[in-house]
């Protein structure tokens, strides 16, 4: 584990809770630096397939953010993630492997489903924090080529943010990036109101 207890706290602050989910996150954050350099010295890329918490640890220990457009997230609701460095042009795809998921196991799926829907019992909560705690410290204390099966990128690192134009909708009035809008009986539309007159059903 490269990071210390303390930027572990920062990141345990920075989302609100510790989970599964956010060790997971902090692990392959760990593999970005590994396999591409730190933070500090490379311009870093982050695609992400999944918005759960471990996205959260992404952002804040590789500087990668929505802002700066070099969070990429694709809802592909796959725990896998990307990282480029544009420096270099290396780029990884690394996915969390089947069998890790599959440790953690149907039991605490179900639990987490009846913890959600607020029909735990006394003793499902228990087991059911139980087998959190143990499948974030496993994810914690595991090799990261016993968490994550590593490919090449299957693509080149997404090209920087641009700067476009903001048109004003011709429905609403409201200015949308000129990139984000679309053309419609001759009109230039945001994506609400496209939606709303194109709408099908």
């Given at each position: 584990m490269r990071y210390s207890a303390e930027t572990i706290d920062r990141v345990i602050d920075f989302h609100g809770h510790v989970c599964p989910g956010l060790a997971i996150g902090i692990r392959v954050s760990e593999l970005a630096g590994e396999q591409l350099g730190p933070p500090e010295s490379t311009d870093l890329v982050a695609v992400v397939e999944t918005d759960m918490c471990g996205v959260d640890a992404v952002q804040f220990l590789t500087g990668c953010t929505f802002g700066k457009g070099t969070l990429i997230h694709k809802d592909h609701g796959k725990m896998a993630f990307s990282f480029f460095d544009r420096n270099?042009?290396?780029g990884f795809r690394a996915r969390l492997r089947p069998e890790v998921q599959n440790k953690m196991g149907a039991e605490l799926g179900a639990l987490m489903k009846k913890w959600a829907a607020g029909t735990l019992t006394a003793e499902e909560k228990q087991r059911c924090e139980q087998m959190r705690e143990q499948a974030q410290q496993?994810?914690?204390?595991?090799?990261l080529s016993e968490l994550f099966d590593v490919a090449p990128?299957?693509?080149l690192a997404p090209r920087p943010a641009r700067i476009l134009d903001s048109l004003a909708c011709?429905?609403?009035g409201e200015m949308a990036m000129e990139s984000r809008t679309r053309r419609f009986a001759g009109q230039t539309l945001c994506i609400p109101c496209f939606e709303e007159i194109e709408q099908k059903i």
């Open positions: 270099t042009g290396k496993y994810t914690m204390d595991a090799p990128a299957a693509a011709e429905r609403c």
